[in-house]
């Protein structure tokens, strides 16, 4: 059995996820929501993410794509391809983490998507792919409010069409 691929991401109404390497607000409910779901989990993320987060993320078996990244990090694996994380991680869920270049890759192989979908738009020179060109629907969403942000944004889970 091959590994089940899921995508995690937090993104903009405008499909913005990043600007100049830095996620455009700071969501913490988001954060805890990330970790609730990731935790147990093998991830996998491209080299700006991995820079971005700045330390191997715990309880999760942390990998990350790259030709040029040659550094020893204790906790980190570096593979080459998301091919490579696919069949290193045999038939385990394997959550994408980003960034736009993993997602694009990612999306017409993934089982689910995890998204918080800010409903607000954000300056950014990074966006996620237009996930609604492939065969999801909406399983789960729940709504919320940030006090300190000023914004709504909603938890959702999507599911590949069988």
């Known amino acids: ?3 089940d691929i899921q995508i995690i991401v937090a993104l903009a109404d405008n499909f913005v996820i990043g600007n100049k390497g830095q996620i455009p607000w700071h969501l913490s409910d988001d954060l805890k929501h990330f970790k609730e779901i990731t ?3 093998p991830v996998v993320m491209g080299r700006r993410t991995f820079e971005s987060i700045g330390r191997v993320l715990p309880n999760r078996l942390n990998i990350m794509i790259s ?3 040659d550094n020893e990090v204790e906790g980190l694996v570096v593979l080459k391809s998301l091919s490579e994380a696919i069949d290193y991680v045999k038939d385990q869920t394997l959550m994408v983490i980003g960034g736009a270049a993993m997602y694009k ?3 017409p192989l993934a089982s689910k998507l995890h998204l918080t979908r800010i409903k607000k738009s954000f300056e950014g ?3 996620f792919p237009d996930f609604r060109e492939y065969p999801f629907e909406l399983v789960d969403s729940k709504t919320h409010f940030s006090e300190k942000c000023n ?3 909603d938890f959702e889970t999507w599911q590949r069409k069988k």
């Open 67 to 69: 030709n040029t990244f």
């Open 105 to 107: 890759e990612a999306l």
């Open 151 to 153: 914004f709504e944004y």
């Open 1 to 3: 059995m091959a590994a």
């Open 125 to 127: 020179d990074t966006k």
């Open 39 to 41: 935790t147990g989990y």
